[in-house]
């Protein structure tokens, strides 16, 4: 009681102090107009822009944009083992393609895009009303962050008109309306292309910069024959090199050391998003993917969750001999304590006693089995099914989210890319510089060296896939490559209309008479 009667007092005392000295108390005196003056201030006004792609329901959330690009590629199944991860029937419309315009995760990526253009829309305003709205007398900076925030907003129409398809343009000043994919392709580039000379030149880490412009419009490029029925290889090509000759980026020597939990600056990222386990959070990938049993063996402060896993297919893909194929836990839980690290690089170290576990009717050891046999079973029989995804490291001790980023773009994808361009232009073949830059990625891999003969664009395909595993790339790769509509473990041959998602429902309906409804739907 003493403590609350102080604070009463103290309280009464401030207030009393405030009734008698209406005094400003001044803690700078720069003014804002002064203060926006460098790229650095200018990156704290866009900072709110960026944040949209952190968060539990940002551009990996397990129920959203991220779903929308995996779950339905051949590299994710998400069984319903005993009653978890049923969902409302959710994870296994996904992996079949046989949403609907109400659908869960569909609803979340639309909000999930035009949230990111909101609030770089909102930067914008802001810019102008600091700088002013006579952009010709505006300081570099003030023109670069502006520019930023164009390509920013850019880049998130792209994201929904990947999966979309005919969307709208908010730019902040047009009446909504829907455009075809076509004509939103030729607005992004357009945007990037005015905006490019005016953002730094650059590397900044998590930055929209030149050389992450150029990424986007090479990606664009790569799909752009999906996007708008004409290919442009060459520009794709011509993107990626600028990439490359740039010097921006290079490999890392290891594979994993582009997924640690302290990879600020890392060579290899072109643009992540940046995670913190507290202050940025949501990389959850080692909570939704690992066993039941693996709370005690890495000591979290939660539950794990024992959902999306990999499918046989998909995983036998890796030799034994590819390095990267540690990314997948398979085997034996044991029930004692070990790390991340060991597990991906000294495996043989971990020993102990194999758990045993109790889940719905079933009772079994612990053993990570790479086959996934049902996509539902009441019995959670299922429970140990489907290799376990490992490749972004954690810290032992933490609770739902990890440190490490995200890599939306990196530098091996880069030269994956470009040996893809120039194939596509040589009717499939592979020439002296697309398997240099193939090999680049491949023996890094601990893999003996393609040749002309064994790498087609079959063998590209897969090569991608095992470099970029759940990275947010392999729906569009499987469309690019014709593959998408193919059958997989507990998926039959589906809708070429469903290369594409439907137009959420209540988008539709809060605008009448704006949006059709995409073929198929």
């Known amino acids: 009681m003493k403590k609350k009667y102080t604070i009463v007092l103290a309280a009464l005392a401030l207030a009393a102090a405030a009734c008698t000295d209406l005094s400003p108390e001044v803690f ?170 005016s953002i730094d030149d650059a590397v900044r880490y998590g930055s929209m910069t030149r050389p992450v412009a150029y990424m986007i419009l090479a990606k664009m490029y790569l799909n752009a024959e999906v996007y708008t029925g004409t290919a442009r290889w060459a520009d794709a090509e011509k993107y990626c090199d600028l990439i490359i000759n740039g010097g921006y980026y290079s490999l890392n020597d290891n594979y994993f050391d582009t997924f640690r939990t302290n990879n600020t600056g890392n060579k290899e990222i072109i643009f992540p998003i940046v995670f913190d386990g507290v202050y940025a959070n949501g990389n959850m990938f080692h909570l939704i993917t690992q066993h039941y049993a693996m709370r005690d063996v890495f000591e979290f402060t939660t539950d794990c969750w024992n959902g999306p896993c990999t499918l046989e297919s998909f995983y036998n893909k890796y030799s034994d001999t590819d390095l990267r194929k540690a990314q997948w836990f398979t085997g034996p839980v044991y029930d004692t304590v070990t790390d991340w690290d060991t597990i991906v690089n000294n495996r043989e170290k971990w020993m102990g006693n194999v758990q045993e576990w109790d889940h719905a009717d079933s009772h079994f050891k612990v053993i990570i089995d790479p086959k996934v046999t049902t996509i539902q079973d009441p019995t959670g029989a299922n429970s140990c099914e489907g290799a376990r995804f490992f490749k972004f490291e954690f810290e032992n001790g933490i609770a739902h989210h990890a440190d490490s980023d995200f890599p939306i773009y990196r530098y091996a994808d880069v030269l994956l890319m470009k040996a893809e361009a120039r194939m596509r232009q040589n009717g499939g073949k592979a020439d002296a510089e697309a398997l240099d830059c193939v090999n680049q990625v491949h023996t890094r891999a601990g893999l003996t060296a393609y040749t002309a003969e064994t790498l087609t664009l079959p063998e590209l395909l897969d090569e991608r896939g ?28 589906s809708d070429a209309n469903h290369r594409l998602f439907p137009i959420p429902t209540w988008v539709r309906d809060g605008a009448p008479g704006v949006y059709t409804q995409n073929p198929g739907y």
């Open 28 to 197: 700078t005196d720069v003014r804002k107009e002064d203060y926006f003056q460098t790229p650095a201030q200018f990156s704290t006004l866009i900072a709110n822009a960026y944040s949209q792609l952190a968060g539990e329901y940002g551009y990996v959330y397990r129920e959203g944009f991220w779903s929308l690009q995996e779950y339905t590629s051949d590299e994710v199944v998400i069984p319903t083992r005993g009653t978890d991860w049923y969902d409302a029937g959710v994870p296994m419309a996904m992996h079949q393609h046989t949403w609907g315009s109400n659908t869960r995760d569909i609803n979340n990526g639309w909000s999930f895009a035009y949230g990111g253009v909101t609030k770089c829309n909102t930067v914008i305003d802001n810019i102008h009303t600091i700088a002013g709205e006579d952009e010709s007398s505006w300081s570099d900076a003030a023109k670069a962050g502006l520019a930023e925030a164009k390509i920013l907003r850019a880049f998130y129409h792209l994201l929904a008109m990947d999966v979309y398809g005919n969307v709208h343009i908010d730019d902040g000043q047009r009446e909504i309306k829907q455009y075809t994919r076509k004509e939103v392709f030729d607005w992004i580039e357009q945007e990037l292309l005015d905006n490019i000379p």
């Open 466 to 493: 095992r470099e970029l595993a759940w990275e947010g790339h392999r729906r569009d790769d499987q469309i690019r490559f014709g593959t998408y509509g193919g059958t997989w473990e507990f998926k039959d041959a």
